[in-house]
């Protein structure tokens, strides 16, 4: 596994949003899409992942639904809402900000 | 905006504990048995496997206990952004704002002030000793303007002069 990096405070909402907006998932789920795309490098563990996930149900940006796996398995998938649609362009917007003038700092000349 | 949804969570909080509390343990013991199974495919023993999962992430009670609290603070932060809204825009609309205080104003101080008036004339007894004794007397005559049946002063006196029934 490569070093993983801490996550920026903020960042996990965004993080889970644009997960959730390719397709629904559950926790798992979203974990291992997390970890797969950033090749390793953000692991969100449950401690963090689940909190995450109903503070932003509670917002009402991702809803989830009971569903049931071939195996009888209950699981609850989250998908992104109108709304949450809606807040994920505005901190797509937002984090290209941060990027941009992060980046205008550190390749200043010195 | 998010007060339905936030609503909804404040009446989860406080009425449907209990399917909540189901639900979270269902679903975070979810995640912790694919954990588990996971782990029990690269050829652990079931206990084994359920310490590891433990060991690399916080158990599935802390877990509940952080989802919880993250569901709280969600609550009571939308509420305090609800109030400061409502503030601020009471505050821009200043005008707005001092004609609802105003009817709010005359409405309570009205509908108290006919119930007090209401509550010393229909509800307390007369405030004479012997409440329940004093009766009303009235004059029936065949003639003139029906339903005006008031005794004349000159009455009430030779009323008063010459009773013997009544007291006072």
């Known amino acids: 596994m490569a070093k993983q990096a801490e996550l920026l405070q903020g ?38 992942l689940f909190p995450a996930l109903h503070r ?19 699981i609850k ?3 992104l809402t109108a709304s949450g649609r809606a807040r994920l362009a505005a901190e797509k917007r937002n984090w290209q900000k941060i990027f941009t003038a992060m980046n205008r700092v550190l390749a200043e000349e010195s | 905006m998010s007060w339905i949804k936030s609503f909804k969570t404040l009446y ?21 048995e694919i ?12 206990e084994e496997a359920q310490r590891t999962a433990r060991i690399k992430f916080d158990g599935p009670e802390q877990v509940k206990q952080q989802v919880r ?24 609309n200043l ?27 229909l509800l ?20 003139l303007l029906p339903g005006l049946n008031a005794i004349s002063y000159p009455d009430y006196v030779d009323l008063r002069e010459h009773n013997r029934t009544l007291r006072g």
Do not use: C
């Open chain 1, 11 to 48: 960042t996990l909402d965004l993080l889970i949003l644009r997960t959730l907006e390719l397709q629904p998932l559950h926790g798992v789920g979203i974990s291992d899409r997390l970890e797969q795309v950033t090749r390793g490098v953000f692991v969100v563990g449950p401690g963090s």
């Open chain 2, 95 to 121: 005008g707005f704002t001092a004609v609802a205080i105003f009817s709010l104003a005359i409405g309570l101080g009205a509908t108290s002030g006919i119930y007090s008036i209401a509550d010393a004339l």
């Open chain 1, 77 to 79: 998938v989250y998908g």
């Open chain 2, 35 to 46: 954990l588990v199974e996971r782990y029990m495919e690269q050829g652990m023993s079931r």
């Open chain 2, 69 to 92: 609290e993250a569901r709280m603070g969600a609550v009571i932060e939308a509420t305090l952004k609800d109030v400061r809204f409502a503030l601020r825009m009471l505050r821009k």
């Open chain 1, 56 to 74: 932003l149900a509670a917002q009402g940006w991702i809803e989830g639904q009971w569903t049931e796996l071939e195996n009888k398995r209950r």
């Open chain 2, 12 to 32: 989860q909080l406080v009425f449907e504990r209990r399917r909540v509390e189901k639900e979270l343990d269902a679903e975070v013991g979810g995640y912790f």
């Open chain 2, 124 to 143: 307390r007894p007369l405030p004479v000793p012997n409440a329940s004794g004093v009766i009303a007397l009235s004059s029936v005559t065949d003639q």
